[in-house]
């Protein structure tokens, strides 16, 4: 039984571009959030995706954007990235979007923008 | 406003050696909290979940309490382990149903010494 999958496990951006990370849920979890965590601190939510739509946001640019696929898995977008974007990038996923309980994490993207 | 405050920041011990740490919150209304470990650069691994009527839950070396009155939570690790040098983070959520709403503290850095 495949835990929650991410890649890339590092990438390194230049001020400017852009960036796509992408998630693959825990078998049979059908909702995937993404948090970005600056080292030092604890994770902070960005958004959640259910159904293939966007259900929750927490407080992030427009520049930060996302998609989830039929099959569940789920993209992290960032546009126009900037120095403060260097972070460590989580994926959760979880049952039917509705409780913490079952959320499990990913073993995070470290996106380091020079 | 919803808070999760944890204590100490960082802590050093020595192998074999027992330790607690603290989570006080402010999260409103309560719902469950959960103690997370992190290894440097990985992705959080839950170790135990307490709702509201819950008072002690153990999982192995590590046992959690929970004071729903006062809000406050603690973690006990006993007899330490080189391996237990992690990060561990109190995550508070306020609605079942609400992504949004869970509360992650900044952790607590722990170091086992030989």
């Known amino acids: 039984d495949a835990g929650v999958t991410q890649s890339p496990t590092h990438l390194i951006k230049t001020r400017g571009q852009q960036v796509t990370l992408r998630c693959s849920p825990k078998s049979g979890h059908d909702t995937v959030s993404w948090y970005q965590q600056a080292l030092g601190q604890g994770p902070q939510f960005i958004f959640q995706y259910y159904e293939e739509e966007e259900r929750q946001r927490g407080n992030f640019p427009d520049r930060f954007s996302g998609h989830q696929f039929p099959n569940y898995s789920s993209e992290l977008n960032v546009n126009a990235l900037l120095l403060g974007d260097s972070a460590l990038y989580l994926c959760?996923?979880?049952?039917?979007?509705?409780?913490?309980?079952?959320?499990?994490f990913g073993p995070g993207t470290r996106l380091t923008v020079t | 406003k919803n808070q999760v405050e944890q204590s100490p920041q960082s802590l050093i011990i020595l192998e074999g050696k027992n330790c607690t740490l603290q989570?006080?919150?402010?999260?409103?209304?309560?719902?469950?909290l959960r103690w997370y470990k992190q290894d440097t650069g990985r992705g959080p691994v839950s170790l135990t979940i307490?709702?509201?009527?819950?008072n002690t839950k153990s999982n192995g070396r590590y046992t959690a309490t929970l004071d729903a009155d006062t809000k406050q939570s603690s973690l006990h690790i006993t007899a330490s382990q080189l391996s237990d040098s992690a990060s561990y983070i109190c995550v508070v959520s306020a609605a079942k149903s609400s992504a949004s709403k869970i509360i992650f503290g900044s952790g607590t850095r722990l170091s086992i010494r030989p």
């Open positions: 307490m709702t509201f009527s819950e």
């Open positions: 989570c006080n919150y402010t999260v409103s209304p309560f719902s469950n």
């Open positions: 959760a996923s979880s049952r039917r979007g509705t409780t913490s309980y079952e959320q499990y």
